[in-house]
């Protein structure tokens, strides 16, 4: 992938901090050389002042001590300067904490709790734009290193050993994404270097941070407390792609978990409180199921408003495209999955999906 969160290779990459791929890690990043740098400045300094001292007014060429008290403008000099040194760090790093510390506005919520040994992670209804896209998800990430190379002798390593897991945390770029962070029975530590997060997952409480990452890509991190006997083998692998991949990938996401359990998965609140008599939302039906779907295409579902794959099928009349939608046809589920909608809800989603298309 493009980049990761441990970088592989060249002098910078092993002693720097990785890339950073949001906003608060570059900040981070920038306050680590800006105070490095004066530290530097401070070392070189003071030990050449010291050196040079020792040196120049040694005994062996006759030196003789002087011997004062109390200058109070070096009093005055030493006190302010060292002062204004530390405001000039205090101030940029408070600043940035403040900044790492407001989650509000978020256009995601997940929420992750640590496990011995594994994540799970939640998408969490909530505010933001794109609350209701993945809401529901919820899944375990474990560990997909195999066991022939953590234990096997004279095996080699993959790139990511341990740093691998067979569902990674999806998430979308450029969007604030708020994580909710707690453990179901020790301690553990969500960090994603490259994110600048790093937070404690307690059990009994729940802890927040959040990212939004710049570029897509895979990131990785690991449990960062010690809890218990595989603390190392919990890595968290985040794969942050362009919103509409994203989109994709929840209503894919979506269909897994819907398809076995249809009639719990598929109810969504529009649907629930639609009334069925009177006049039925085509729209609201269509936002509350059917778009999961047809929006991005989802397992060859004709997309909404795409003519080309519309046409042809538009062209077997209406009242076959409210049969298919109302009995199934092929991969499409009958009444999309929800057998609480009335045949006029999925007669009037059918039609909106046909304007769409017109
Ligand atoms: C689980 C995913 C999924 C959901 C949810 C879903 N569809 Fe579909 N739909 C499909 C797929 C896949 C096809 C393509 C079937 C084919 O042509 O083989 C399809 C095709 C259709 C067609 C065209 C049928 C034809 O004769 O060509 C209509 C109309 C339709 N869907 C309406 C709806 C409506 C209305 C809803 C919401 C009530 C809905 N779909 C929800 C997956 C879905
Ligand atoms: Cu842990």
Known sequence: MLASGIPASGFAAQYNLGPPQTPIASQIYDLHTFILTICVVIFVLVFGVMFYSIFKHRKSVG???????????????????????????????????????????????????GYQWKWGYDYIKGEGDLAGVSDGISFYSNLSTPLEQI???????????????????????????????????????FWVPAFGVKQDAIPGF????????????????????????????MPIVVVAMEADKYREWAAKQKVKYAAPATEAAAAPVAVADAKPAGPVDGKRVYEGLCQVCHMAGVANAPKAGDKVAWGPRIKQGIGTLHQHAVKGYNLMPAKGGNPALS??????????IVGLAK
């Not at 729940?206 to 083998?233: M, N, S």
């Open 63 to 113: 030196h003789k001590a002087a011997n004062f008290h109390e200058n109070t403008t070096v009093e005055v000099i030493w006190t302010i300067v060292p002062f204004l040194i530390l405001m000039g760090m205090a101030i940029p790093a408070t600043k940035t904490i403040i900044a790492m510390k407001d989650t509000s506005n978020p256009d995601l919520t997940i929420k992750a709790t």
């Open 151 to 189: 234990y096997g002798k004279n095996v080699v390593k993959s790139d990511n050993y341990l740093l691998e897991v067979d569902e990674p945390l999806v998430v979308p770029i450029n969007k604030k994404v708020r994580i909710l962070i707690t453990a179901n029975d020790v301690i553990h530590a």
């Open 206 to 233: 729940i802890r927040d941070t959040w990212f939004k990452v710049d570029t897509p890509g895979t990131y990785r991190g690991q449990c960062a407390e010690l809890c218990g006997k595989e603390h190392g083998f």
């Open 343 to 352: 045949d006029a809800q999925v007669h009037a989603a059918v039609d909106y």
